[in-house]
């Protein structure tokens, strides 16, 4: 059993303008903490997570929004 966290930003382009944020270049933080077990050959993982989203002030709205998120994986070595 492995317990991790995880950190991670990166960039992202939205076609849509919402009343938050303007379409075009942002970018997304998250924040994550995961638990992983190997049964088997199986992993299975699960990472219950935060994502900000924003635009550094690159556009004219740049409100950003959050987002919790819960991630399920099942991984199989091929």
């Known amino acids: ?45 699960f990472r219950p997570s935060l994502r900000h989203v924003f635009n550094a002030g690159i556009q004219s709205k740049n409100s950003g929004y959050n987002t919790k998120n819960i991630e399920f994986g099942i991984y199989y070595p091929l």
């Open 1 to 45: 059993m492995s317990i991790y966290v995880l950190g991670s930003i990166g960039p992202l382009i939205t076609d849509t303008e919402t009343e938050r944020m303007s379409s075009g270049f942002s970018f997304a933080d998250v924040v994550a903490m995961g638990i992983s077990n190997k049964i088997n050959r199986f992993t299975i993982d």
